[in-house]
C-alpha cells in the first residue's frame, strides 16, 4: 500500500462546469502524476509534478491544469468539463533521486463522467 | 508513432497452464525501463514486474518473469501455471527518458487474459 488516496471516487457533472479532482499521499513522495484511461488507449499522462509547485505537461494536457501547493496533495483540474473528459483518472507517485528507476505506484482510480 | 504494442487484445487460457503476454517497445534511447501491471475488473492499477535497459539477466518476481529481448525491442511477461485470480487486464508500459527524475510513462492498449477452469 503506497499511501495514495484519490477524491471523490466517481463524480457526474455537466458539460461546462468546473471539476476538481485530489490525489493525497501520506509518504513524503517527491514524484506525482495524473493519468486516465479510456479503451483503447491504455493510460495516458496528462500532468506531473516533480516537486512543490513545480509541475508539467504530459501527453494529454489540454483542457487540463493541475496544482501542487503542498508535497501530500496534488490538484487535477478541468476549468469546463467536456464529455471527451469523460474518463477514469489515475494519481500516482515515485521516488527517484537519480536515473535509477523506482517503482510508480497508482491510486484507486477516480470515475468522472461529464453529461 | 506507437511506442508500446500489446498485440493480443485477449487471451484465453486453461488454469495451471503457462501463459505468454506479448510486448514490443519502440524507443531510441539507451537508457529506459519497462514495466508490466495487472489491472483486475476492481479497476485497481497493480505493479508486477520491472526491467532495466540495462538488466543483463531477466527479471522474476514470483510466478511472473520478464522474458527481455533487447534487439528484438520486446519485453514479454511470462506468468507460470496460471491461476484463476491472474484473471485481468495486464498492461505493458515503458519508461522514457527521465527529466528531473520524473518517470514518464507510456502505457500499451493492454491485454485481457481470462482463465479458464
Known amino acids: 500500500d503506497a499511501g495514495i488516496t484519490q477524491s471523490p471516487r466517481h463524480k457526474v457533472t455537466e458539460t461546462g462546469t468546473p471539476v476538481t479532482l485530489r490525489c493525497h499521499q501520506t509518504?513524503?513522495?517527491?514524484?506525482m502524476y495524473w493519468y486516465r484511461q479510456d479503451p483503447g488507449h491504455g493510460l495516458r499522462l496528462i500532468h506531473y509534478?516533480?516537486?512543490?509547485?513545480?509541475?508539467d505537461k504530459g501527453e494529454v494536457s489540454d483542457g487540463y491544469s493541475v496544482s501542487r501547493s503542498k508535497t501530500e496533495d496534488f490538484l487535477l483540474t478541468l476549468e469546463s468539463a467536456t464529455s471527451s473528459q469523460t474518463s477514469v483518472y489515475f494519481c500516482?507517485?515515485?521516488?527517484?533521486?537519480?536515473?535509477?528507476?523506482?517503482?510508480?505506484?497508482f491510486g484507486p482510480g477516480t470515475r468522472l463522467t461529464v453529461l | 508513432a506507437q511506442k508500446i504494442t500489446q498485440t493480443q487484445p485477449g487471451m484465453f487460457v486453461q488454469e495451471k497452464e503457462a501463459v505468454t503476454l506479448d510486448c514490443t517497445y519502440d524507443t531510441s534511447d539507451q537508457s529506459y525501463g519497462l514495466f508490466w501491471y495487472k489491472q483486475p475488473s476492481s479497476g485497481e492499477m497493480i505493479f508486477l514486474i520491472y526491467?532495466?535497459?540495462?538488466?543483463?539477466q531477466n527479471a522474476t518476481e514470483g510466478r511472473y518473469s520478464l522474458n527481455f529481448q533487447k534487439a528484438r525491442k520486446s519485453a514479454n511477461l511470462v506468468i507460470s501455471a496460471s491461476q484463476l485470480g491472474d484473471s485481468a487486464m495486464y498492461f505493458c508500459?515503458?519508461?522514457?527518458?527521465?527529466?528531473?527524475?520524473?518517470?514518464?510513462?507510456?502505457f500499451g492498449q493492454g491485454t485481457r487474459l481470462t482463465i479458464n477452469p
Open positions: 509534478s516533480y516537486g512543490v509547485k513545480d509541475t
Open positions: 526491467q532495466g535497459s540495462y538488466d543483463e
Open positions: 508500459a515503458m519508461r522514457e527518458d527521465p527529466i528531473q527524475g520524473a518517470q514518464k510513462l507510456v
Open positions: 500516482a507517485i515515485s521516488e527517484s533521486s537519480s536515473l535509477m528507476v523506482d517503482t510508480q505506484y
Open positions: 509518504e513524503n513522495h517527491r514524484y
